[in-house]
Antibody, heavy 120, light 108 residues
Framework: EVQLSESGGGLVQPGGSLRLSCAASGFTSSSYFMNWVRQAPGKGLEWVSTISGSGGSTYYADSVKGRFIISRDNSKNTLYLQMNSLRAEDTAVYYC?????????????WGQGTPVTVSS | SYELTQPPSVSVSPGQTARITCSGDALPKQYAYWYQQKPGQAPMVVIYKDSERPSGIPERFSGASSGTTVTLTISGVQAEDEADYYCQSADNNGAYPVFGGGTKLTVL
């Protein structure tokens, strides 16, 4: 059974940093692209970042480019998101999401999400 | 940047058919996916690759694609189907996922 479990969220001041982790199980993590997707309070889903199975390719939304870094450790089946220079508008629930390996970057499994609040 | 356009809301009575559309220029080239999200829960895929239904998803959920528009159809809507629905696909280059703005389905 595929399981994704995020951790590391919390309250941080503007300009601060936070590192999210996503522990994966039930599949060979190196075979799949992984994503971080966020949802601000009362808003829709927003793609944040994608990493290839090997970790060699990464992609970022313009809103986080230069501030966030996605990475993965396939030996630990863990996905990370290093978030720096955080802003109030980064406040959201952050979901870890596994892709299906299909055209269109479809997602078949989501974690339960970890909340991040950026406030002084 | 690439966008997928959905209606903000759709309302139907129980037993009726709900149709939610999603428009995007790259949809003829990229598969579309539909996710259901209920309050306080993570999204869940209900349709993948335009029209495929994952195991465990009721048959009343179906998907179709026509040109630059994809449609999620829920036949015989039930109260439990009330939720937010998001379409998702990729840009023309297929580099990253893109989400529609979401449609709130209200069962009257």
């Amino acid at each position: 059974e595929v399981q994704l479990s995020e951790s590391g969220g919390g309250l941080v001041q503007p300009g601060g940093s936070l590192r999210l982790s996503c522990a994966a199980s039930g599949f060979t993590s190196s075979s799949y692209f992984m994503n971080w997707v966020r949802q601000a309070p009362g808003k829709g889903l927003e793609w944040v970042s994608t990493i290839s199975g090997s970790g060699g390719s990464t992609y970022y939304a313009d809103s986080v480019k230069g501030r966030f870094i996605i990475s993965r450790d396939n030996s630990k089946n863990t996905l990370y998101l290093q978030m720096n220079s955080l802003r109030a508008e980064d406040t959201a629930v952050y979901y870890c999401a596994k892709e299906m390996a299909t055209n269109g970057h479809g997602i078949d499994y989501w974690g339960q999400g970890t909340p991040v609040t950026v406030s002084s | 940047s690439y966008e997928l356009t959905q209606p903000p809301s759709v309302s139907v009575s129980p037993g009726q058919t709900a149709r939610i559309t999603c428009s995007g220029d790259a949809l003829p080239k990229q598969y579309a996916y539909w996710y259901q999200q209920k309050p306080g829960q993570a999204p869940m895929v209900v349709i993948y690759k335009d029209s495929e239904r994952p195991s465990g998803i009721p048959e009343r959920f179906s998907g179709a694609s026509s040109g630059t528009t994809v449609t999620l159809t829920i036949s015989g809507v039930q109260a439990e189907d009330e939720a937010d629905y998001y379409c998702q696909s990729a840009d023309n280059n297929g580099a990253y996922p893109v989400f529609g703005g979401g449609t709130k389905l209200t069962v009257l």
